[in-house]
């Protein structure tokens, strides 16, 4: 790699993109397990979750255990052991759900009855063209069925899938 610099640091880093993605799951009959999984954004409206992290070259380095849908991004970032197997010249870069977190490069948030500035849009448009090779992975499991329809195994065995 040269040493040209991007929005997300130097090109000598390597660069990781971290996201989490939804499995939807059956209403489960339980509602302790109902508010468990949880998961608006489910096709059932119940999930659970998995962060994958891929490179630029779309390979897949890094797969969580999955959660339940109702845990946040950032837990499930900060629980996965990514962190452990990562040094100081790896960068990770994400979407906005990531951004309490001091070791990932995050989009700018606007500010409250605010605007970015044409910088930090700029940056912001960086930052989203590399997440893309993410949310394409994440799109390709699902096209290809590995985790795009509603999980019909029991609970209990679905983390022998993850």
């Known amino acids: 790699m040269d040493s040209r610099n991007t929005?997300?640091?130097?090109?000598?880093?390597?660069?990781?993109?971290?996201?989490?993605?939804?499995?939807?799951?059956?209403?489960?009959e339980d509602s302790q397990q109902r508010k468990a999984y949880l998961h608006p954004k489910s096709?059932?409206?119940?999930?659970?979750?998995i962060q994958i992290?891929?490179?630029?070259?779309?390979?897949?380095?890094?797969?969580?255990e999955y959660y339940l849908g109702s845990v946040h991004d950032i837990t499930i970032f900060r629980e996965s052991g990514l962190l452990e197997h990562v040094n100081d010249s790896v960068q990770i870069i994400a979407d906005k759900a990531y951004i309490a977190e001091e070791?990932?490069?995050?989009?700018?948030?606007?500010?409250?009855?605010g605007e970015l500035t044409s910088e930090e849009k700029s940056f912001n448009y960086e930052i989203n063209s590399a997440r893309a090779a993410i949310e394409n992975?994440?799109?390709?499991?699902?096209?290809?069925a590995i985790i795009g329809s509603i999980y019909r195994g029991t609970i209990d065995d679905f983390d022998k899938i993850t």
Do not use: M, W
Request: charged share 20%.
């Open 137 to 144: 992975i994440n799109q390709r499991i699902k096209t290809y």
């Open 7 to 28: 929005a997300h640091g130097p090109e000598k880093h390597q660069k990781l993109i971290v996201d989490s993605t939804s499995i939807a799951v059956p209403k489960p």
């Open 53 to 64: 992290a891929c490179d630029f070259s779309h390979r897949i380095v890094h797969v969580s």
């Open 103 to 113: 070791y990932v490069i995050t989009p700018k948030k606007k500010p409250q009855k």
């Open 43 to 49: 096709a059932t409206n119940y999930a659970s979750i």
